[in-house]
């Protein structure tokens, strides 16, 4: 019963997230497009094509990287609502992964699914009411606060975002935690690698680890 619902689920997410998805890169454009067209200013080809390469070797690996490392917490329409939103990695995860710990949903369920999709749904309009309260209010606030609480707000809050957030997997991961924590350690201080890179390596290095320590867990418990 939970694989028929799981299936339609899946079934139903798809359906909807990826043509919504597409249809809002393509609507992003509207706006380049009316300014292109309405002061004849269109941009060479090449120029575009090379644009969009260095782009692309800047953030091309979070192409892969964050659809798989973010997954886990977002489930199938937690990630067409986290990528067409935005703010994944400092507003939907978190939001996901502390309604999952509260209701004690296993990832792969189909409560799980439904538990990260109501928490990432009221992210995003807890998000809407205080971007716009922000957008009245923010720049009066933050011009009476101190220079060194701006600078570590700057600085720091995505910073204890994620730590954070991997706090809360450590306590219940701790051997995943501890390489999920020495593999971008290691590259960083010892093998002069690019920043992404490092993203790379961490994120499937510790799903390879995360794998090899559940595959040996399951053959002693078979034992």
Same mark, same amino acid.
């Given at each position: 019963?939970?694989?028929?619902?799981?299936? =339609?689920?899946k079934?139903?997410?798809?359906?909807?997230?990826a043509?919504?998805?597409?249809?809002?890169?393509?609507?992003?454009?509207?706006?380049?497009?009316?300014?292109?067209?309405?002061?004849?200013?269109?941009?060479?080809?090449?120029?575009?094509?090379?644009?969009?390469?260095?782009?692309?070797?800047?953030?091309?690996?979070?192409?892969?990287? =964050?659809?798989?490392?973010? *997954?886990a917490?977002?489930?199938?329409?937690?990630? *067409?609502?986290?990528?067409?939103?935005?703010?994944?990695?400092?507003?939907?995860?978190?939001?996901?992964?502390l309604?999952?710990?509260?209701?004690?949903? =296993?990832?792969?369920?189909? !409560?799980? =699914? @439904?538990?990260?999709?109501?928490?990432?749904?009221?992210?995003?309009?807890?998000?809407?009411?205080?971007?716009?309260?922000?957008?009245? @209010?923010?720049?009066?606030?933050?011009?009476?606060?101190?220079?060194?609480l /701006?600078?570590?707000?700057? /600085?720091?809050?995505?910073?204890?975002?994620?730590?954070?957030?991997?706090?809360?997997?450590?306590?219940? *991961?701790?051997?995943?935690?501890?390489?999920?924590?020495?593999?971008?350690?290691?590259?960083?201080l010892?093998?002069?690698?690019?920043?992404?890179?490092?993203?790379?390596?961490?994120?499937?290095?510790?799903?390879?680890?995360?794998?090899?320590?559940?595959?040996?867990?399951?053959? !002693?418990?078979?034992?």
């Amino acid at each position: 019963m939970k694989q028929d619902y799981m299936a =339609e689920w899946k079934k139903n997410s798809i359906r909807i997230g990826a043509p919504t998805c597409l249809l809002t890169a393509f609507t992003a454009f509207i706006p380049v497009l009316y300014l292109c067209s309405k002061y004849d200013c269109w941009p060479d080809l090449k120029l575009v094509l090379s644009a969009w390469a260095l782009t692309a070797l800047s953030f091309g690996a979070f192409y892969i990287v =964050e659809p798989i490392s973010y *997954y886990a917490a977002l489930g199938m329409s937690g990630t *067409y609502l986290g990528f067409l939103s935005g703010n994944i990695g400092n507003m939907r995860v978190p939001c996901a992964a502390l309604a999952l710990d509260v209701t004690d949903s =296993e990832s792969g369920t189909i !409560k799980a =699914e @439904v538990v990260s999709t109501m928490a990432i749904c009221g992210s995003i309009i807890t998000n809407l009411i205080a971007t716009t309260a922000a957008v009245l @209010v923010g720049s009066a606030v933050v011009a009476v606060l101190p220079v060194f609480l /701006n600078t570590a707000l700057k /600085n720091y809050a995505a910073a204890a975002i994620f730590g954070g957030t991997f706090g809360n997997f450590a306590v219940k *991961y701790p051997k995943v935690a501890v390489f999920g924590l020495m593999i971008p350690t290691v590259l960083k201080l010892f093998i002069p690698v690019p920043a992404w890179m490092v993203i790379v390596c961490a994120v499937f290095g510790t799903l390879g680890i995360a794998r090899l320590i559940y595959t040996g867990d399951q053959k !002693k418990a078979a034992n």
